[in-house]
């Protein structure tokens, strides 16, 4: 009588593991003690061992989720046979593909992904699909490859995370036009969402712009072959500031808060198919002429949708600027992993009292929000106080 | 900027230092009167006279010990091993002696000597007179190696060999001799170790040596026709190899093809695709694509010599197999 391999419960409160791969295949000999599967739970990926000795005769599961308690695979001697009694788990994979093995077995399944770029559970994908589909949280399990043999190319990925949910098909509704979710539109839901679960606070001050908008100009009459805007003197300035605040650059991480040595700053750009966040890399480093130059080839690109995933990799600190619009203030909403992110309104003259009198000056309001699991108020504030002061009186930057 | 071929552009480099340079020599086997039996030297003895344009004995081994003894001494000598196939014969002298000397006299004696030669198939010389032996060579700590595929890149490279002082392979491919290109008016020296980025493109990093230089700029422009745009790299120095150029182009196209006329197997783009996999691995797209002659050694008949090497349409599938169109 063979012997059934049930999924273990590895920890309290474990309901259900997911099996990554099986480290044997169908007749091969196992010994107890010996790596059997690559189970994934919610903690951790581990091999799990044979509790007995003799053939694997049977795979029920190859991959996908799997509740405690269920039989996955049978072992016994050599030559016996298992009865299959159709062991559908009853947790249907969430995300992972059905097993080819039991796929005859369940009725054609509607628009359930073809697992063919999987064989023996490692899905075919390439390096670059790869590192795509990770840094974008989207399981390669959901995705049909289209390269040799299958194989899952970055231009799946994409295609994938465009691709409208199966649910959305056209559905006759008198006045409600549903539009298939963009791949930018998702990503955006995606990674606001999770900065909503950030405890973040938000420190607001007005800066007069007099001096800021003299060193706009007068960098526009040095370098009159690039468009400098007030974004580019508050890209440097804001890295300068990054730079003398080393605890503002930083992003927090479950087991250590990560300090970055260069001002890797991103500018959210209104793109005709969403926001996207590009980034000005090394900006303490470069002069307002050449922050302006990266910052204007990434706008247009950023306009024609061509930005690479390296223009939009590895930001330490975001500014949002919606001056343009007319804005006098708003709160901008973190940009994960980054610790904070400015939000700059519109600079307008206002009466300003100033030493007994009434002046007409320019100013702009600014608002940065904070992720306080790695930045404190008073942290934040200092940083701010700096920013104002720099564009202030520019010279303080050097 | 005058016009002149890859011949001549090798004939210039070797004048133009033997003019400005008296330590600078040449010998080999019939360079003389006969000018080299590619008529590389025509001409150089009646300039140079016969102590420095040297005609030596039928054995490799004798005639590249000679130019090591001569480097050991202070001279730059240019030995030209008539073809790239008869290295084998001279592959004690160069392999044992002149790579090792630098390093086994604690840096006290250098070896300032290049060994020219060339070969390649094209011209059906058969299977003792085509071959494209680069690689034994790259793998030889102590010596530098060049492949240069235009005329300009051959004069440049040629010079900075002449004047590194480290032992230097240099190859040339018989096909190459004739075709002619653009060359600055003086002679600008090329360092070695970098490659040259021939054509630029978006979808596919081609890395080209020599002859496949030339038949890889063919496929790209047919791919392009296709919708596949082509980025065309010549390393130009196998040895040292510029990493960076390299790498750097596949983490911007994602998908690499290597070519060379050497036997693929085992061949110099073996390494190419070691390091850019190393070095560029979550960039890669498709698997990367290697081009070269078959394995075997090379048939005379011109039918099967042309079947055996690659060319333009071996590299435009190669190009289409990474980004999945054919």
């Known amino acids: 009588m063979p012997t059934e391999v049930k999924l273990p419960r590895l920890g309290q409160g474990m309901e259900s593991g997911t099996i990554v791969k099986w480290l044997k295949s169908e007749g091969e000999a196992v010994q107890k003690g010996e790596a059997l599967y690559e189970l994934d739970t919610d903690k951790v990926t581990q091999e799990v061992e044979a ?23 049978f072992i016994g001697k050599e030559g016996e046979t298992v009865e299959v009694t159709a062991p559908a788990p009853k947790a249907k994979p969430k995300t992972a593909a059905e097993p080819e093995k039991t796929k005859d077995e369940s009725k054609p399944e509607p628009e359930q992904p073809p697992a063919s770029s999987s064989t023996n559970g490692r899905i075919k994908a390439s390096p670059l699909a790869r590192r795509i589909a990770r840094e974008r949280g989207i399981a390669l399990e959901t995705l049909r490859g289209t390269g040799p043999d299958g194989r899952i190319v970055a231009e799946d990925v994409e295609r994938g995370e465009s691709k409208p949910a199966a649910a959305a098909a056209p559905v006759p ?48 009459e040095l370098n009159p072959n690039v468009r400098i805007t007030v974004t580019d003197v508050l890209t440097k300035v804001c890295a300068m500031a990054l730079m003398r605040h080393p605890d503002m650059n930083v992003q927090y991480s479950e087991d250590a808060l990560l300090v970055y040595p260069s001002a890797d700053v ?17 900006a303490e480093r470069l002069t307002i002429a050449q922050i302006a130059q990266v910052r204007a080839d990434l706008v247009s690109r950023a306009r024609d949708n061509k930005l690479r995933s390296d223009d939009l990799e590895g930001g330490t600190f975001t500014i949002s600027n919606l001056g343009m619009y007319e804005v006098d203030q708003f709160i901008a909403v973190l940009n994960p992993p980054q610790a904070s992110i400015l939000a700059v309104g519109q600079t307008r003259d206002l009466v300003v009292p100033l030493g007994g009198d009434l002046k007409v000056l320019p100013v702009m309001t600014m608002t940065i929000t904070c992720d306080h699991r790695a930045v404190d108020g008073a942290t934040g504030a200092d940083f701010l106080k700096t920013i104002k002061a720099f564009l202030q009186d520019p010279g303080l930057a050097l | 900027m005058p016009e002149i071929t890859y011949r001549e552009a090798v004939r210039d480099a070797l004048a133009t230092a033997m ?59 240019v030995a030209e091993i008539m073809y790239e196939d008869f290295l084998t014969l001279a592959a ?30 094209g011209w059906s010389p058969g299977a003792q007179h085509a071959q494209q032996l680069e690689a034994w060579f790259v793998h030889i700590p102590g010596l530098k190696v060049v492949f240069a595929s235009t005329p300009e890149d051959v004069r440049g490279l040629l010079w900075s060999a002449i004047y590194d002082d480290n032992p230097v392979v240099f190859f040339e491919h018989r096909t190459l001799y004739p075709i002619k290109g653009n060359v600055p008016e003086k002679i600008e020296p090329i360092p070695i170790g970098k490659a040259r980025t021939h054509r630029e493109g978006e979808d596919v990093t081609v890395i080209a040596t020599g002859r496949l ?9 047919e791919a392009e026709s296709q919708g596949v745009s082509v980025e065309v790299i010549d390393p130009r120095t196998l040895q040292p190899l510029d990493d960076e150029a390299l790498v750097s182009s596949v983490k911007k196209t994602n998908r690499a093809v290597v070519a060379h006329e050497a036997v693929t ?14 070095q560029a691995f979550d960039w890669l797209d498709a698997p990367i694509e290697r081009v070269g002659a078959k394995f075997t050694p090379l048939p005379f008949a011109p039918v099967m010599e042309q079947f055996v090497v690659p060319h ?8 289409l197999r990474t980004v999945g169109k054919n």
Request: proline share 4%; no cysteine.
């Open chain 1, 51 to 73: 509790e007995a000795t003799g053939v694997l005769l049977k795979i029920a599961v190859a991959e996908g989720e799997v509740p405690v308690g269920e039989t996955i695979a």
């Open chain 1, 173 to 220: 509704s008198g006045q409600v036009e549903s539009r298939p979710l963009s791949n930018v539109r998702k990503t955006i839901a995606r990674r606001l969402t999770q900065a909503w679960t950030v405890p973040a606070f938000q420190l607001t001050v007005d800066v007069d712009m007099t001096r800021a908008n003299e060193l706009v100009q007068k960098q526009r």
């Open chain 1, 266 to 282: 991103g500018i959210a750009v209104a793109a005709p198919q969403g926001l996207v966040v590009p980034v000005v890399k090394n």
């Open chain 2, 19 to 77: 003019r400005a340079d008296d330590d600078v020599f040449i010998m080999g086997e019939d360079i003389a009167e006969m000018g080299g039996s590619m008529g590389v030297t025509q001409g150089m003895l009646a300039e140079f006279g016969p102590d420095r344009v040297r005609n030596t004995p039928i054995s490799e081994m004798a005639l590249a010990g000679t130019a090591i003894g001569a480097a050991m001494q202070g001279m730059r000598p």
């Open chain 2, 92 to 121: 004690e002298q160069i392999v044992n002696q002149a790579a090792k000397v630098r390093y086994m006299s604690g840096g006290q004696i250098s070896v300032p000597v290049v060994f020219r030669t060339q070969g390649g198939a």
């Open chain 2, 213 to 221: 230089v030339h038949e890889s700029l063919k496929a790209a422009e």
């Open chain 2, 265 to 278: 197997r085992m061949g110099f783009g073996a390494e190419v695709a070691a390091v850019l996999q190393y």
């Open chain 2, 312 to 319: 333009a349409e071996d590299v435009l599938q190669a190009i």
